[in-house]
Structures are given as structure tokens and as C-alpha cells.
């Protein structure tokens, strides 16, 4: 008796799948965000248990399908090709080490093993095998989502309480930042001044919330334009913006400003669409559309100018501080020290173009690449964890062969999927919300917070799979 007939009938396990799927992407999420984001040293053993499941219910639906007879029942699982032939290459790496250490009178230090740039490396195999299963468990979290679930409002329950939760954590942050605590009002040092609610780093906030606030207007379109609400304070849209306003009033209060250059534009671009949506909709019933547009626009007015008042002297601050940076660019107090690094790091993913250093190994790789000028005060060197670019740090760790994979692994399902996405509001901006963080991604490193990597992955392939459904309906 093989595996696959031990499986309960498709009937009967049908919905029972679609709710797996929707509540192992819950809790990677919540449980991602509330743990620092991820970015303590204890959350990433325990996020890696929780998004082992997410493999069980992939083999789970692949065994189910097989026993239909739609002719295309298995073809989003060719989708898991690129991200097959990554972990593969990923793993292969972390069993040929590509640094040896030597001992100098009791001081150990590392040098480069001679080995072919063809040839894939890592420094540390634990730690690649780990940020591996890591990023594989995200990305079948998300890849569940479209496959198992066969229903718009299972994937707008999941959309609510992500919203709902990052509302919470917005609602939380604030309340820190005005009583001047630390995380979790004390209980946990911040290791910087540069943090928000229980992200440890102020941009990965903002990634966050970017992706968030994009799940709260794709329910807030779906509502408010909905054939049976009349009126948007007799729908649930009126909740969601409400969610919206706190959820983007945190970003300039947490002194993200690149993070608060995004969702001014999604929220801009928002502001447009919905302009036009609503004048559309005036125009159905006969009704005037100038009243509305101009009490639009006055709202939307006093809300800008609520953030501001909220966060007014972090702004301040914050454009004080951008003034002196753009001032200071070329002198010898404050070199140009994000193009010196960004050039350090392309010379050392050009030692090993075609598969990288490894996985997780930026941290003891690029010390022996970096050229930054030392600090103006004590005039010691400054180390980096990160890139300060997630797309160049994935040419330097796993080459151009690994980031081609990596982005080959969301680009071919947008592609195929590419017709069925438009005029889909909730699909369209939690792509939207993908996008940006995506593009935010060239000079920032938001996906090195677990927390807006599960997050990407569960928006991006429900936006794909609403669409999907919305065609179906």
C-alpha cells in the first residue's frame, strides 16, 4: 500500500488543507514579529521549527493532486524548480569550507582556501544550512497559500489578522517611543537608538509596515467598493483605514526615511486610484463626485497632517541630520561610505562570480574586502554585518547563479500570472507592496529580517492566488 493511498479522500481533506495552509502562514508571521523580527540570537532555531510544517503540507498537496485528472493540477509545482536547484547549490556549499584558520601566538585567524572561483564555498556550513532551511520553510509557507487555498475570504481572514497584527505592534511601538522605553517597555535592552516596537532596526520596521499597509488597502478597496456598501462608514473599509493611518504614522515616527519615502508613494498612488474608482462609482448611480473627491482629499489631508503632528520633532530631526549628510559628502569627516562599501562588496563577489562565498558568509567574509575609512571619533574600523544592499550581498554569498535562481523563483509565477492580476485591488497592492520592498532591497537590507522575508512570501503568493480565484469567480 503506497503513501499516497493511505491519504483520506480529496473531498475530505480539501478544506481541511486550505486551513492548514492559512494557519501555518499566520503564525510564521506573528510569531516572526513579535521574536525581535527575528534578528536575536535565539528566534532563528525556533523560527526554523515553525516553518518545517510548511514542507509536510507541500507533500501533502503534490501527493492529493496526483490522484485528480485535471490536466494541469501539478503545474505550480514546476514553479519550485528554482528554489529546488538554490537549496541544492546552497547545500553542496556548506560542506566544502573556503576558509582555513591558522594560530599565531594563541590568536586564531582565517585565511582563503585555494580553491577554483568556479568552485562553491562556505565558511561556516551550520550557519548556511540553517539560513537555508530558514528561506526554503518562508518561501513554502507562502507557496501553500496558493496552491491549497480555494477561497477569496480564507485569504482575506488571513490578510485581517496579519493587518490586525501589525496595527497591534504599530499601536505598541508608539506607545514606546513616546514613554522613551526600551523594547517591550524595558524588559529587553535595544542594542541601538534605531529600533520600533520589537524590530531591533528601524528600516525592517518600515518593510514591514510597507508590506502591512499594503494588505490593509487591498481590504479597504475590496470594501469600500463592494456592490453592497453604499457608503464607506457602513463597510469594514473604514476599519482597515483606520488600521492604515496608525500602521503609516509609524514609519517617520520610528526615523526611517527611506522607509517613509515608500509608503508615501503607495499611499499616494492609493490616494489616485481610489479618486478615480470613486468618481467611477458617482458616476454609475448619477450622483455628483466633486463633494466626495474634494472631502476625499481634505481627509486624507488632515491625516498627513496628524503624522506629522505625531512625529514631528523626529522629522525634524531626521531632515536636520539628511541636511548635514548631503553636506558633508566628499570630506574626510564623513566620506561616501555607502559607495566605498557597495564598491568593496562588488569586488569581493567578483572573486567568486558564479556561486558565491556561501550563504551567511558576509559577516567573516568581507573584513578582508573592506576599505571604508575609519570611524572620524576614535579612527577605528567599522565592521559590517550587512551589505547595506540585499541584491549586491546576494551576488557576494551565493553568485550570480544563486540570485538569478532566487529572483527566477518570484518572476516566473508573476509572469504567467501577469493578465490575471489586473483589476484585482487586493491582489494588485499586495503585489505593489512586494515590489517596493523588493526595489527597497537594492540599498537597504530588509530581507535580512526573517519577519518581512515570511511576510513576503505569504503576500506575495496570496496576491497571486486571489487573482487566481477572482478570474475563476
Known amino acids: 500500500m503506497t503513501l499516497q493511498n493511505l491519504l483520506p479522500t480529496v473531498p475530505a481533506t480539501l478544506f481541511l488543507r486550505s486551513r492548514w495552509a492559512i494557519a501555518h502562514a499566520i503564525l510564521v508571521v506573528l510569531s516572526a514579529s513579535w521574536m525581535f523580527g527575528g534578528k536575536i540570537w535565539w528566534s532563528k532555531p525556533i523560527l526554523c521549527l515553525l516553518v518545517t510544517p510548511s514542507l509536510a503540507i507541500t507533500l501533502w498537496e503534490f501527493l492529493a493532486r496526483r490522484r485528480r485528472t485535471e490536466p494541469d493540477r501539478l503545474t505550480p509545482f514546476r514553479w519550485l524548480l528554482p528554489m529546488i ?36 564555498g562556505s565558511p561556516n556550513g551550520g550557519k548556511t544550512l540553517r539560513e537555508l532551511w530558514l528561506l526554503s520553510g518562508c518561501y513554502l509557507t507562502g507557496f501553500n497559500l496558493f496552491v491549497c487555498v480555494r477561497s477569496r475570504h480564507g485569504l482575506r481572514m488571513l490578510l485581517r489578522i496579519l493587518a490586525a497584527n501589525a496595527f ?48 490593509c488597502l487591498g481590504l479597504v478597496f475590496h470594501h469600500a467598493f463592494h456592490r453592497e456598501s453604499r457608503y464607506i462608514v457602513d463597510s ?101 561610505r555607502r559607495s566605498v562599501l557597495y564598491r568593496d562588496t562588488l569586488h569581493m563577489a567578483a572573486d567568486k562570480p558564479v556561486f558565491g562565498w556561501g550563504l551567511e558568509s558576509y559577516e567573516r567574509i568581507f573584513p578582508l574586502y573592506n576599505s571604508t575609512p575609519r570611524g572620524p571619533a576614535d579612527r577605528l574600523p567599522i565592521f559590517y554585518q550587512e551589505a547595506h544592499s540585499d541584491w549586491l550581498q546576494s551576488l557576494a554569498e551565493i553568485g550570480v547563479v544563486g540570485t538569478a535562481l532566487l529572483v527566477f523563483s518570484a518572476v516566473w509565477p ?17 503585489l505593489a507592496g512586494c515590489i517596493l520592498v523588493a526595489l527597497y532591497a537594492s540599498v537597504e537590507f530588509p530581507f535580512a529580517n526573517p519577519a518581512v522575508v515570511a511576510s513576503w512570501w505569504v503576500l506575495y503568493f496570496a496576491g497571486l492566488r486571489y487573482a487566481a480565484l477572482s478570474e475563476v469567480r
Do not use: C
Open 85 to 120: 536547484l538554490l537549496a541544492a547549490g546552497v547545500a553542496v556549499s556548506a560542506f566544502i569550507p573556503n576558509l582555513f584558520p591558522r594560530t599565531f601566538g594563541g590568536e586564531t585567524r582565517w585565511f582563503v582556501r585555494p580553491l577554483s572561483p568556479l568552485w562553491p
Open 168 to 215: 497591534v505592534l504599530a499601536v505598541f511601538g508608539t506607545l514606546q517611543k513616546l514613554m522613551s522605553q526600551d523594547i517591550f517597555f524595558g524588559l529587553q535592552h535595544a542594542p541601538t537608538d534605531a529600533f520600533f516596537a520589537t524590530f531591533v532596526y528601524h528600516n525592517h520596521w518600515g518593510a514591514f509596515s510597507i508590506l502591512m499597509g499594503s494588505a
Open 236 to 336: 469594514p473599509a473604514l476599519l482597515w483605514l483606520i488600521a492604515l493611518f496608525f500602521i503609516a504614522a509609524t514609519i517617520p515616527l520610528s526615523t526611517s526615511r527611506s522607509s517613509t519615502v515608500l509608503i508615501a508613494s503607495l499611499l499616494i498612488g492609493a490616494l489616485f486610484h481610489g479618486i478615480v474608482e470613486l468618481v467611477r462609482h458617482r458616476h454609475r448611480s448619477e450622483r455628483r463626485a466633486w463633494p466626495v473627491v474634494l472631502l476625499t482629499i481634505f481627509i486624507v489631508g488632515g491625516g498627513a497632517a496628524a503624522i506629522y503632528e505625531l512625529g514631528e520633532r523626529t522629522i525634524i530631526d531626521r531632515l536636520k541630520t539628511t541636511r548635514e549628510q548631503w553636506a558633508d559628502i566628499g570630506t574626510d569627516a564623513h566620506g561616501p
Open 414 to 430: 508573476l509572469w504567467l500570472m501577469r493578465r490575471r492580476i489586473r483589476g484585482h485591488p487586493v491582489a494588485m497592492y499586495l
